[in-house]
């Protein structure tokens, strides 16, 4: 069981994370923890018209949220709002799911490593707190791309 | 007398389960213990049998229960050396009779700007963010002890930081995520030299170690039930009679008072003034089992299994590679409570993985975030020991952490 949390994509993210590192210019900025457990992560983001044409982040936390950073990367980095709008609702959908959905690869890429995730309640907030970052920082930059994100 | 673990464990149902499909391996006593099977039974011995409201009854069951509930309140005082029951005030927790004390001593101290609160950058949130608001509210001004390298309270400014100004000093005496053993006795002479209250947070030191407070010496000490093998909703507050006396109510209601018209209200003698409302009566009478539990094996006793544990822990994590204990690197001042980080590996990556193999720690900051960026970590893992740990399992902690380096090898 415990395979399925710390699957090889999720490893492979969190020691080689993809896009890491705070840059400019950017529209948005935001700064999330999570006081549990003292994990932190900022993100950055520039719009160019309708295009996340950067999206920068930094971060302490452990392999589940760091690597959840890197795939929020590599699935939003250059893609429209249009487009990354049904990415973070299937994302937040897989994770609000306790195990019961079929993540669609087409959609997710590497984010569908996160189904094993979904299965520890602890660890749910680890994996959604980039991307609760990333909705905030988006919202300041001008762009409102996300559905409401419940961690309760 | 030798300490048989076996037979203490025994009493102890919890501790025969498994967790993913391994025997369970509790090393997260400092967070909660656990319950022997002596504190279960007389809570439902209460509730089955004569379960009353404390105080205010002349029937069986109220009287039973009362008679319970103040039987409960001497068995602590005893435990704790109190000169006095009536020292002893029943709360919800810890935080609650800290707050209590931070509360109340706004008027009692008559506290504003040019006053000084002392606590120290080894609390847990509950000892120092009650001073923080305790000083917005006044205008007191908030000071603190540092912490050394080795995880000792940091004495060297002791003269200047704790002074005429200084109306209260706030400690703790064992560290819940160092685990250092605070001896307070310089710093309560020099409180005490200025006309300064000390105040103990004494969570993890009552149930680990035998504590008198006429020899402590300090003026308040609180403490928490959950921690001590009783259950949670129940805590102490115990202050030196004359304090109690000349304190206001805290949160006020029935059982508080002495006599009430719709003018105005005069106030009960401690401890009633303090326990506003039904208490936890059935709570206060598991702690009490708890007392006696821990009474009749030894104070004396536990503390040294869990030196000797504690010794054999330290050994054990120095073996494995890559690790860092943060505090004291040897059982001298210390308690059973051991804080560490695995290099490369976040703590939540290292407390999941350990659970997966049956063996429960603590990860995160502990409620303690100062003292994790006074060592620059986001976070540690926690192992904490107590009567009921054994050798085997260190060992099997020891295990788990090489399958922690594998994962994340």
Known sequence: MIDQLYQEIILDHYKHPHGKGLRAPFGGEAHHVNPTCGDEVTFRVAVDGVTLKDISYDGVGCSISQASASVLYELLQGRTVEEAAPVQEAFVALMQSRGQIEPDEEVLGDGVAFAGVARYPARVKCALLPWMAFKDAAARAGVGVSPEVKTA | ?409
Request: hydrophobic share 40%; glycine share 10%; charged share 20%.
């Open chain 2, 1 to 409: 007398m030798t300490f048989d673990v076996a037979r203490v464990r025994a009493d102890f149902p919890i501790l025969s389960r498994e967790v993913n499909g391994h025997p369970l391996v509790y090393l997260d006593s400092a967070n909660t213990s656990q319950k022997p099977r002596q504190v279960l039974d007389a809570m439902r011995a209460h509730q089955e049998q004569y379960n009353g409201n404390v105080s205010r009854s002349v029937h069986t069951l109220g009287t039973e229960s009362t008679t319970a509930y103040e039987d409960a309140r001497a068995k602590i005082a005893a435990f704790i050396g109190a000169p006095s029951p009536d020292e002893v005030v029943f709360t919800k927790n810890s935080t609650e009779a800290i707050n209590l004390v931070a509360y109340t001593s706004a008027d009692f101290l008559k506290l504003g700007p040019g006053d000084e609160i002392v606590v120290s950058e080894m609390e847990h949130h509950s000892n120092l963010v009650p001073w923080q608001l305790l000083c917005q509210r006044t205008g007191a001004t908030l000071r603190w002890f540092g912490v050394t390298d080795e995880g000792r309270l940091d004495e060297s400014s002791l003269g200047e930081l704790v002074n005429e100004r200084t109306k209260l000093v706030s400690i703790v005496h064992m560290s819940n995520i160092l685990g250092t053993i605070n001896d307070p006795a310089r710093i309560i002479a020099r409180a005490h030299e200025v006309g300064a209250l000390v105040m103990l947070d004494c969570s993890q030191s009552v149930p680990h170690l035998p504590l008198d407070v006429v020899e402590l010496g300090a003026d308040f000490i609180a403490f928490t039930g959950h921690k001590m093998l009783g259950p949670t909703g129940i805590g102490v507050l115990w202050g030196r009679a004359a304090l109690l006396e000349a304190m206001p109510p805290f949160l006020a209601g029935g059982s508080t008072i002495e006599t009430v018209t719709m003018g105005g209200t005069t106030f009960a003698p401690p401890p009633a003034r303090f326990e506003g409302g039904t208490p936890p009566i059935t709570e206060a009478i598991g702690l009490g089992a708890a007392v006696d539990y821990l009474t009749a094996l030894g104070m004396e006793n536990i503390h040294r299994h869990e030196q000797e544990i504690t010794a054999y822990a330290l050994k054990a994590l120095a073996d494995v590679p890559g690790l860092r204990v943060f505090g004291p690197g040897t059982p001298e001042g210390r308690g059973g409570t051991v804080s560490f980080e695995v290099e490369g590996v976040h703590p939540h990556d290292v407390g999941q993985i350990l659970d997966d193999l049956g063996v429960e720690v603590r990860v995160g900051h502990h409620c303690a975030r100062p003292v994790c960026a006074r060592f620059g970590v986001p976070a540690m893992t926690r192992a904490s020991f107590y009567l009921y740990t054994t050798t085997d399992e260190i060992d099997a902690l020891a295990r788990g952490l090489e399958q922690v380096r594998k994962v994340f090898a």
